[in-house]
């Protein structure tokens, strides 16, 4: 069995007038996440992570910020094609583990809800997703309350 470990990192500014989505799930923040799509930076950690095990290059090649179809797009949908095209080569999914940084909102108490939602978009079991929400200890710019950062660690298998 041929087996690859990819790793995917995103980080997004925190500015006032956009809802918070993080793992395909909407939280109630005073700031939501700057960028071209919906800004969900745990989706767009997993889908680099994905794409890089599978040699499809990154998430900013496969759906460019320069392309209007992408504006305001939900992540998930990003999520979803990146699944097909892993398919398209004959991989599936083996297990994802993630950690989000942020130091507000609290995220642990929806991390169930983003496994389901995750689950549910990638079509794979909830047991193979593992989200772990963690803090910068107030340093940095996460710790400064200006942004949130993802990683994620992908094992995918072919077929």
Request: charged letters at 25%; a negative charge; glycine letters at 8%.
């Amino acid at each position: 069995m041929q087996i690859k470990v990819g790793f995917g990192y995103d980080m997004h500014q925190l500015i006032e007038g956009r809802d918070l989505i993080v793992g395909g799930v909407k939280i109630e923040h005073l700031k939501g996440l700057q960028g071209h799509s919906d800004a969900d930076v745990l989706i767009h950690a997993i889908c680099d992570a994905l794409l890089g095990a599978a040699n499809l290059r990154d998430i900013g090649y496969n759906f460019p910020d320069t392309s209007a179809d992408f504006k305001n797009i939900d992540s998930a949908i990003l999520l979803r094609q990146t699944v097909e095209l892993l398919k398209n080569k004959d991989y599936s999914i083996g297990n994802i583990d993630s950690t989000i940084c942020a130091e507000k909102p609290k995220l642990n108490p929806h991390i169930a809800t983003m496994q389901q939602r995750l689950a549910e978009v990638m079509g794979i079991d909830i047991d193979d997703i593992s989200i772990k929400a963690t803090t910068s200890e107030k340093m940095g710019f996460v710790g400064r309350e200006e942004g949130i950062a993802a990683y994620a660690v992908v094992l995918i298998q072919k077929i």
